[in-house]
């Protein structure tokens, strides 16, 4: 019997979201995520054909930041506050600079549309060159053992680094730019991924970037190949107070055929 081909896809395992010494938007339960990550890969990397990690890239000023926006008394928004379509047509919220409202109105109008997240104003994290930005450093460790021994390679795909649009999928932003065609879909990592006959999915958060880039990829995948993805339960955690999306997450995608395993138990 032919050997499965495998590959490891593991989201945004950066610092900000890590926090194992500090970080902007710590999710609990990612040092954990990341540990167990880095002891399969160094204990069963020789049944890993392909590494793959993503990694969130920002600038200060994005819209998802409170450096963006402005409230009614003038405040910048603190992370976490939600704003919806409803509060910008009240005048709840505005952009800071006029020449950014009509964008902003369409993004957040959009996204009610399309059904994507509403927009969420996170604390500035994963701003590109920051030692946030970095992989963790237990699975950059494991990472590069892995490159070594095989003398591999585990590509990095950064996304988020358009300022106007959010992009917890790695393989599309929430609303596209049009100027931007790094915002609309990724063909070229579905296709990478298509080859595969496992993909290993874990990272962070599970509520919002894993959730995400998986139901994005999936919806490119035919039914039979959905059962491809194998979700790692035990690397993979939700933001604090987001647990629910991603239960919702987890039942949504496993009706449609998404196995679910640990990262102590898929290996035998």
Known sequence: ???????????????????????????NGAVGDMDRLASMINKHGAELDDIQLTMDSHYHMHIAHSSWWLDKNGNHPIPFTIITEDAMKTGEFRAYHKNLQKWSEHYVSTLAKNNRYPLCIWPDHCIIGS???ALDPVLFDAVTGWETRFYATAPRTTKGSNM?????????????????????LNTSM????????????GGEALSHCVANSARDIIAEFSPDQIKKFVLLE???SSVTGFEKMGE?????????????????KFFR
């Open 234 to 236: 035990d690397a993979t």
């Open 248 to 264: 919702d997450f987890i039942n949504e995608m496993t009706a449609k055929g998404m196995q679910l395993s640990r990262t102590d």
């Open 190 to 201: 579905i296709d990478t991924l298509k080859i595969y006959d496992i993909i290993l999915t």
């Open 131 to 133: 030692m946030g930005q």
């Open 1 to 27: 019997m032919q050997k499965q081909k495998v590959c490891l896809f593991v989201i945004d395992g950066q610092n900000d979201f890590v926090g194992r010494s500090k970080g902007s938007l710590v999710v």
């Open 164 to 184: 106007y649009v959010e992009h917890y999928s790695v393989v599309k932003a929430d609303v596209e730019h049009p100027s931007d065609p790094m915002t609309r």
